[in-house]
């Protein structure tokens, strides 16, 4: 059983940036893809970012999010990261971390617990 832990949430003002992180507890063919999800107040939860391959050879963003999110991975760390720039308060959400080949799809085979990020005007 994969844990994953995520951690850089906060609170910033429009226009910031913050960087989260997600570590799995062990090295596991799940970690081959990973990604983030998030789920604002009242709403589903959405795919955010995937990074496939132990290179990170396949990267998929949602539209709202390319040019100001950026994902990446260090698999020697076991960990996937979301850079996140020009923050939104539609960005305002719990993220989770996956991981699992049908993370695209919205069908990881393990969730973290999430980290509140919060994007005042």
């Known amino acids: 059983q994969v844990q994953l832990v995520e951690s850089g949430g906060g609170s910033v003002q429009a226009g910031g940036s913050l960087r989260l992180s997600c570590a799995a507890s062990?090295?596991?063919?799940?970690?081959?893809?990973m990604g983030w999800f998030r789920q604002a107040p009242g709403k589903a939860r959405e795919f955010v970012a995937a990074?496939?391959?132990?290179?990170?050879?396949?990267?998929v963003y949602r539209d709202s999010v390319k040019g100001r999110f950026t994902i990446s991975r260090d698999n020697g760390q076991n960990a996937v990261y979301l850079q996140m720039n020009s923050l939104k308060p539609e960005d305002t959400a719990v993220y989770y971390c996956a991981s699992g080949i049908q993370v695209v799809r919205g069908q990881p085979d393990y969730w973290g617990q999430g980290t509140q990020v919060t994007v005042s005007s």
């Open positions: 990074i496939i391959g132990w290179n990170g050879a396949s990267i």
């Open positions: 062990e090295l596991s063919s799940s970690n081959y893809a």
